[in-house]
């Protein structure tokens, strides 16, 4: 079983920054990847970022050259960092662990800007 816990979201003003941590727990060896995902009110939950095992990043084209997912192995934990952030980056952002035996969600973390 793998655990996954989001923190640091927050309210902030457009052009602004937040960093989001996820930290992981339990079995976290058998986690091949993490992906921050998010979820604003009456959409679909889309994919934002992930990083994989072996360290190879993906962004979705809306916040590629402005959020940044990094990982500390030593921590267990990944970390997106957004910046320029706009009023449209609003949502619920939730962190997803990719393990050999199943998926893993968090329970989320509101982020919200204002304009």
């Known amino acids: 079983q793998v655990q996954v816990v989001e923190s640091g979201g927050g309210l902030v003003q457009a052009g602004g920054s937040l960093r989001l941590s996820c930290a992981a727990s339990?079995?976290?060896?058998?986690?091949?990847?993490i992906g921050w995902y998010r979820q604003a009110l009456g959409k679909q939950r889309e994919l934002v970022a992930s990083?994989?095992?072996?360290?190879?990043?993906n962004y979705a084209d809306s916040v590629y050259g402005r959020f940044t997912i990094s990982r500390d192995n030593a921590k267990n934990t990944v970390y997106l960092q957004m910046n320029s952030l706009k009023p449209e980056d609003t949502a619920v952002y939730y962190c997803?662990?990719?393990?050999?035996?199943?998926?893993?969600w968090g329970q989320g973390t509101q982020v919200t800007v204002s304009s």
């Open positions: 997803k662990a990719w393990g050999l035996r199943g998926d893993y």
């Open positions: 339990g079995s976290t060896f058998s986690i091949n990847a």
């Open positions: 990083i994989n095992r072996a360290g190879s990043t």
